[in-house]
């Protein structure tokens, strides 16, 4: 039985039982309302106590329910069904109460919870809005500037916060049964409140609602759920109840089937299961309590205090004395930093550093699980640690790369037990950003696999499976990015119209601002080892900034002028001179927006499809989590393999090999012409297949 009743004197207790999270499926919506009728008959019961099973209270809709049709009973009559009982609701709440399970709330007449709780709507990061009265009853409750706050972000407040803003009524401490049937009897005594759905809006102060829509505006990204919501707000505050829940009912319903709204569904399913790979079910990771990093420059630093806020003790080890000094400033930087920001006190960071020990002697590593080598890009270099390592470290610690370009089976070479190693690529800043892929050399041991995505779960990392290729999935797609937007300069396009249309596609830069302010020189040095193994890469124009020593902002050049002291980027006459020169036999034209943004978009896809039937990436949906979390693909498009199958693979085909008949693009590889005749991609256990699904 999804609930329980349960008469502590004149108390119900109505538990609510449906694991894993207690979401709000058909059967629990029925045994709620059926809950509401037999106690509504119950003379006796004076006043319900709404409790969850379980590790938290209802944490929002079924996902199993996403994309079916709504059966009844809905979740607003639900809610009003509730609000409308003849004795008092009250929420006890812990874990989260997020989506339909505040809705649940709001429609119960008290609120509390402990205070480890959390509650939200976060419904605009699934690209909807709240749909059984959660933009109606918030602003009726904590007034509209919170209510916008917090719908329009989708991010929960605590318990604290929620009792300040009058979200909830009372904070429990001990437990939580106990201090809410106490409370529940306390309040038996008293007049019913008045529903919520009856309260006014309060009023806002002149130009409100204008300084909100360009607040959220900023903030959305181009996507379209928080100024919808928005809307239902302001709705909500200026006009009755029914007319702004019928209007919230709209929107919700509109926006369900917007292609906006199944880009971030796909995202949300993804990223809920690219921590544990059905691959790898069953297999045990290896114990890590401690780690090491070799390497104290910015990535090495990065790596170290990710594995400190995660509260791993950490070794850095550095090649002398003052590289160990550089290494641990970095990392005392990187906490004092984020102390500055407001993200940690003064006394985590103190603590966090403390936890670090730095050190040139290899021999502390003797009995640590885990070392990440984190240092200069070269082969030779990074050889020479793992036979340091292999001399020192226990047989069975995990030993790994952090490599962006590098083959992980030739830097295993120096590696004695080459099946505790592994690739472990961190971006930069590598305390900061979500993904991280991991890459099996072909002696790679299941369980030091296995180790590697627990190492991200205990991190809070999106972490992907990648095969061994120039670049594994991320950097590959972005070597094509980067030709790309070379070829629109040699065909009329410039590096500001390229950005502009990337920038108005929904990265939050274009390919040339994010070059500069990376450095060119990084791609050079990238661009150099191809041409060593035989390879053409094509960047003509960046060759030869890189000649004149222009790397970017750091330089004060790059593909943009910079002016000292100012990272505003300015046309460059030199940058001109050089594509006028390169692109003199190549026909110009004349670009508009859209087709900018699909000289490079497109071919993006079709590598990501050469990645998948290569092998080197198992799933499409690990590609769109590579460029989502690593590059910055706007994340209401799915990412670049769910966008192509929005535009429709068919008609993706088509435009590359219009693209490829104008020297403009790769013809479409044979994956994507197979998926394109066959209606999709489907991904099954041991990667993806071509078939009928999406």
């Known amino acids: 039985m ?12 109505v538990t609510v039982d449906n694991p894993p999270v207690n979401a709000l499926s058909q059967a629990l919506r029925q045994a709620l309302v059926e809950a509401v009728a037999e106690l509504n008959a119950d003379e006796a019961v004076k006043a319900v ?3 969850c099973a379980g590790r938290t209270f209802i944490a929002g809709a079924d996902v199993s329910e996403f994309g079916k049709p709504p059966r009844p009973p809905h979740l607003p009559d639900v809610v009003a069904c509730i609000e409308d009982a003849k004795r008092p609701w009250v929420a006890a709440i812990h874990g989260s109460a997020l989506g339909g399970g505040l809705e649940v709330a709001l429609g119960c007449a008290y609120r509390v919870a402990v205070a480890s709780a959390s509650l939200g709507l976060p419904e605009v990061k699934l690209g909807i809005i709240p749909g059984a009265g959660g933009t109606v009853r918030l602003p009726r409750l904590i007034g509209p500037a919170a209510a916008v706050d917090m719908v329009t972000s989708g991010s929960p ?6 009792e300040m803003l009058g979200l909830i009524d009372a904070v429990i401490d001990g437990d939580l049964r106990t201090g809410a049937i106490a409370f529940a009897n306390d309040v038996a005594e008293k007049p019913l409140p008045e529903p919520i759905s009856r309260r006014a809006v309060p009023a806002v102060e002149a130009g409100f609602w204008e300084s909100a829509e360009t607040e959220v505006t900023a903030k959305a990204k181009r996507e379209v759920a928080p100024l919808k919501a928005l809307s239902s707000i302001r709705n909500a505050s200026e006009t009755d109840f029914a007319d702004a829940m019928a209007f919230e ?15 971030l569904r796909h995202v949300f399913f993804a990223e809920r299961a690219a921590p544990r790979p059905p691959e790898l079910s069953g297999v045990t990771p290896r114990n890590v309590r401690s780690a090491a990093v070799v390497g104290g420059g910015t990535m090495g630093a ?3 205090v990710a594995l400190r806020d995660a509260g791993l003790p950490v070794v850095l080890v550095e090649r002398d004395k003052a590289a160990v000094e550089r290494g641990l400033a970095n990392i005392r930087a990187i906490f004092d930093g984020s102390v500055k920001r407001g993200r940690i006190t003064q006394e985590a960071a103190v603590e966090r550093m403390a936890g670090v020990t730095g050190s040139e002697d290899y021999g502390l590593l003797s009995d640590t699980d885990l070392v990440i080598e984190a240092v200069f890009e070269d082969i030779a270099v990074k050889r020479t640690v793992f036979t340091k390592l292999s001399e020192v470290c226990r047989p069975d610690a995990v030993l790994a790369t952090n490599t962006s370009y590098l083959d992980p089976n030739v830097i295993s070479g120096g590696a004695s037990h080459p099946e505790r190693f592994l690739g472990l690529h961190f971006f930069s800043p590598a305390n900061v950003m979500k993904l991280l892929e991991i890459v099996p050399t072909a002696t790679t041991a299941p369980d030091v696999l296995a180790t590697g995505f627990a190492l991200a779960r205990l991190l809070g990392k999106i972490p992907v499976r990648a095969g061994i290729c120039d670049g594994f999935i991320g950097n590959r797609i972005l070597k094509v ?29 274009g390919p040339f601002e994010a070059q500069d302010l990376g450095g060119l020189d990084i791609a050079a040095f990238q661009r150099k080892a191809a041409r060593e193994r035989g390879e053409a890469p094509f960047a003509p124009v960046a060759d030869r900034l890189c000649a004149m020593e222009r790397h970017g902002q750091k330089s004060g050049g790059g593909w943009y002028d910079y002016h000292p002291g100012d990272r505003t980027p300015k046309a460059s006459d030199i940058v001109a001179a050089i594509i006028a020169e390169e692109s003199a036999v190549m026909p110009q034209r004349n670009w508009a927006q859209g087709e900018l943004a699909d000289c490079i978009v497109l071919p993006m896809v079709n590598e990501a499809a050469g990645i998948l039937e290569e092998g080197v990436a198992l799933r499409a949906s690990d590609i769109d989590l590579v460029k989502i ?18 535009r429709g693979l068919k008609t993706v085909v088509a435009l590359l090999e219009r693209l490829s008949v104008e020297g403009l693009a790769d013809a479409p590889c044979k994956l994507l012409r197979r998926a394109a005749e066959s209606g999709g991609f489907t991904t099954v256990a041991g990667g993806t297949v071509i078939g009928n699904g999406s």
Do not use: N, W
């Not at 407040?157 to 929620?162: D, E, F, I, N, T």
């Not at 937007?485 to 990337?502: F, I, K, N, Q, Y």
């Open 249 to 263: 009912r709209e929107t919700f319903l509109e926006l369900r089937g917007s292609s906006q709204a199944a880009a």
């Open 302 to 304: 990065g790596i170290a």
């Open 49 to 51: 106590v709404l409790i």
């Open 481 to 509: 990015t980067r030709a790309q937007a070379e070829r629109l300069l040699l065909c009329g396009a410039t590096p500001s119209a390229v950005d502009a249309a990337m920038r108005a596609f929904g990265l939050p830069m």
């Open 2 to 13: 999804t609930v329980t009743i349960a008469r502590e004197g004149a108390i119900a207790v």
């Open 157 to 162: 407040v605590g318990a604290k916060k929620a």
């Open 629 to 646: 979390h690593g590059y910055g693909f706007p994340r209401c498009r799915g990412g670049p393999i769910q966008y192509a199958k929005h």
